[in-house]
Antibody
Framework: QVQLQESGPGLVKPSQTLSLTCTVS??????????WSWIRHHPGKGLEWIGY???????YYNPSLKSRLLISLDTSKTQFSLKLSSVTAADTAIYYC????????????WGQGTLVSVSS | DIQMTQSPSSLSASVGDRVTITCRAS??????LNWYQQRPGKAPELLIY???NLQSGVPSRFSGGGSGTDFTLAISSLQPEDFATYYC?????????FGGGTKVEIK
């Protein structure tokens, strides 16, 4: 059974960098055919796709966040990470990591989510 | 970006009712359309992928249809555990985009 778990600070100051890690168990993030993704949910609003990384290290970012975003892979630790720089209150959200399968083109496994608040 | 519009944004229904939710894309996504269920405090869960394919383990009372720009999610007989928020999502192009959600509440 594939499981994903987000970890990282729950509070970030404005203008600083938000850093989260997703630890994957029950699957290898080096396996072809999966895109390891970050998605966020703003309070009272809808879901926003942030971006994802393929096992090869290729990344695909939401253009609205691209200038501030870095997603990376650590295959030795079966983890992938998100760094979002220059955060503002608008970046306050629940952040999810998820797996998109290339066979279904859908997010078939999700982490439980972690709330990140941006405040001084 | 492809805009996804769901309707209604909320609905009230009773256990046993048939419920239909619609999702419209701002341009054709062919059949690259997925549906998710999100219960309060939980992560979304995949229900339907590629417009009409039931994800493993999902009850058969859920069904999806449509192609191009217009899609539907139907629940044939609403159960207590189905009261939740439902989201559509296109996987035709980058960036992936989601609908605004449909909250299904108990009448």
């Amino acid at each position: 059974q594939v499981q994903l778990q987000e970890s990282g600070p729950g509070l970030v100051k404005p203008s600083q960098t938000l850093s989260l890690t997703c630890t994957v168990s029950g699957d290898s993030i080096s396996t072809a055919g999966y895109y390891w993704s970050w998605i966020r949910h703003h309070p009272g609003k809808g879901l926003e796709w942030i971006g994802y990384i393929y096992h090869s290290g290729s990344t695909y970012y939401n253009p609205s966040l691209k200038s501030r975003l870095l997603i990376s892979l650590d295959t030795s630790k079966t983890q992938f990470s998100l760094k979002l720089s220059s955060v503002t209150a608008a970046d306050t959200a629940i952040y999810y990591c998820a797996r998109e399968s290339s066979s279904s083109s859908a997010f078939d496994y999700w982490g439980q989510g972690t709330l990140v608040s941006v405040s001084s | 970006d492809i805009q996804m519009t769901q309707s209604p944004s909320s609905l009230s229904a009773s256990v046993g009712d048939r419920v239909t939710i619609t999702c419209r894309a701002s341009q054709s996504v062919i059949r690259y359309l997925n549906w998710y269920q999100q219960r309060p405090g939980k992560a979304p869960e995949l229900l339907i992928y590629a417009a009409s394919n039931l994800q493993s383990g999902v009850p058969s009372r859920f069904s999806g249809g449509g192609s191009g720009t217009d899609f539907t999610l139907a629940i044939s007989s609403l159960q207590p555990e189905d009261f939740a928020t439902y989201y559509c999502q296109q996987s035709y192009t980058i960036p992936r985009t989601f609908g605004g959600g449909t909250k299904v509440e108990i009448k």
